[in-house]
């Protein structure tokens, strides 16, 4: 088990260009959350997935910002149409809950550092 | 709705010094509260957390936190600080159930003085 993964690392791109991330969850974690950092903040929740249905989504997450999981495994977050305010670290965490009321803990990728110029 | 509130956003020790940092938390229905450790540029490694049951919490590289409803606090300590012991520490809470998702403070910067 090496953990949660996170590709890319690092993306820069133009205003207005689309972004795709991935995020690969601790294998048989049924739970699936992304959230987003930007400088000086602690996370903030954008929407998570129980198995491949996405559950929740936070009001944060505009009609830009897509994500799934299909298959329930990997998850895509996507952004539209960039904009400078988008500028964050998108963060990925896994975890296996296996009761509703589980406080399963969430273990966090290292987390995709996106710049829009 | 469930909130934290980490008092002192920098907070510096000597090596050797007790580390205290300060976590109140707002929340309707009985809370999970987690302490969490950022490395630069790495994701979140959790410390400590807190469910049910005993109120002294203790995590890993020597951390505890103790749960007090009366003043809902969850305040991070250790004895005794190590440089090592230098990045960003963020408390969370959440309520469990369905989504768990967590809600995070704005996080702490603990700085170690040789």
């Known amino acids: 088990d090496t953990g949660v993964s996170q590709d890319p690392r690092h993306k820069i791109t133009k205003r207005g260009q689309n972004v795709t991330f991935r995020c690969d969850p601790i294998?048989?974690?049924?739970?699936l959350y992304w959230y987003r950092q930007t400088l000086g903040q602690g996370p903030e929740f954008l929407t998570y997935f129980q198995n491949e249905a996405q559950l929740e989504k936070s009001r944060l997450l505009s009609d830009r910002f897509s994500a799934e999981r299909p298959k329930g495994s990997f998850s895509t977050l996507e952004i539209q149409r960039t904009e400078q305010g988008d500028s964050a670290m998108y963060l990925c965490a896994s975890s296996l809950s296996s009761r509703p009321t589980s406080s399963g803990e969430q273990f966090f990728g290292p987390g995709t550092r996106l710049t829009v110029l | 709705a469930q909130s934290v509130t980490q008092l002192g956003s920098h907070v510096s020790v000597s090596e050797g010094a007790l580390v205290l940092l300060r976590c109140n938390y707002s929340?309707?229905?009985?809370?999970?509260l987690f302490w969490y450790v950022q490395y630069p540029n790495q994701g979140l490694q959790l410390l400590l957390k807190?469910?049910?049951?005993?109120?002294l919490v203790k995590g890993i590289n020597g951390f505890e936190a103790e749960f007090k409803k009366s003043e809902t606090s969850f305040h991070l300590t250790k004895p005794s600080a190590h440089m090592s012991d230098a990045a960003e520490y963020f408390c969370a809470v959440s309520r469990g159930g369905a989504t768990n998702k967590l809600i995070f403070g704005t996080g702490t910067l603990l700085a170690v003085q040789p």
């Open positions: 294998s048989e974690h049924n739970r």
């Open positions: 929340s309707s229905v009985p809370p999970y």
């Open positions: 807190y469910t049910t049951g005993a109120t």
